[in-house]
């Protein structure tokens, strides 16, 4: 008997169109190399964010006493997760608007809301974020990731970041921007590791949903 795996990837393309937080370092590739011009290889050189595109937060992103992506426990990043579809366009994500899932044993919890429907260079205003009292749900839950397809799991023009600090507390991990247009709900092995990048706050990752 064999088994057919079906792979989603939920990546936000990463080229010099793509929006970056306001004030963010712009993507930028150039070409060093070129085997068409006569060179052995070609080679490109990238200048961007660590926050660029699809991304993992180090908790030393917004706490000065913690731990940068290179250390982050990697266990968070791959293992089961769950996708649920939200319609909350803007404002706070709450416990109601899971509208009554299932999630025990789902240990990672992806949001899909409608920013998944913009394209890589539109930038959402506004966006829908967590609240406190999803991210103390999920911790009951005992999730231990939390990934949104919006820029950030707080709002746009937070100075205090709640939701990040909440998620620390709970030594959770989270994903933002994440591309979750047409991934059906359900049951998944999320597979979204971030760089070895020492000293970093962040990292972009290749995610991947696997049935």
């Not at 940068?68 to 990043?77: E, K, N, T, V, W």
């Not at 416990?95 to 913009?118: E, F, K, Y």
């Not at 990040?164 to 979204?192: C, F, T, W």
Request: net charge negative; aromatic share 6%.
């Amino acid at each position: 008997m064999t088994f057919q795996n079906t792979l989603y990837d939920i990546t936000r393309t990463i080229n010099n169109e793509i929006a970056v937080w306001p004030g963010d370092t712009p993507f930028h590739m150039e070409v060093n190399a070129n085997i068409a011009a006569g060179s052995a290889v070609n080679l490109t050189t990238i200048h961007l964010s660590s926050h660029t595109g699809t991304h993992a937060d180090a908790w030393w992103h917004f706490s000065e006493d913690d731990i940068r992506i290179g250390a982050m426990p990697l266990d968070r990043y791959i293992g089961p997760a769950q996708l649920i579809s939200v319609t909350r366009v803007a404002g706070g994500i709450t416990i109601a608007d899971l509208g009554g899932v299932d999630i025990t044993g789902a240990q990672r919890i992806l949001l899909h809301t409608p920013i998944s429907d913009l394209d890589d260079n539109q930038w959402p205003d506004p966006f829908p974020y967590l609240t406190i009292e999803l991210i103390d749900y999920l911790a009951d839950h005992n999730i231990c990731l939390i990934g949104v397809d919006s820029p950030s799991v707080d709002t746009v023009d937070s100075k205090s970041l709640p939701c990040h600090h909440q998620i620390r507390a709970h030594r959770m991990a989270n994903l933002e921007n994440l591309h979750l247009r047409g991934v059906p709900d359900g049951r998944y092995e999320l597979i979204a590791l971030p760089l070895r990048l020492e000293g970093a706050c962040g990292s972009p990752v290749r995610a991947v949903l696997r049935s």
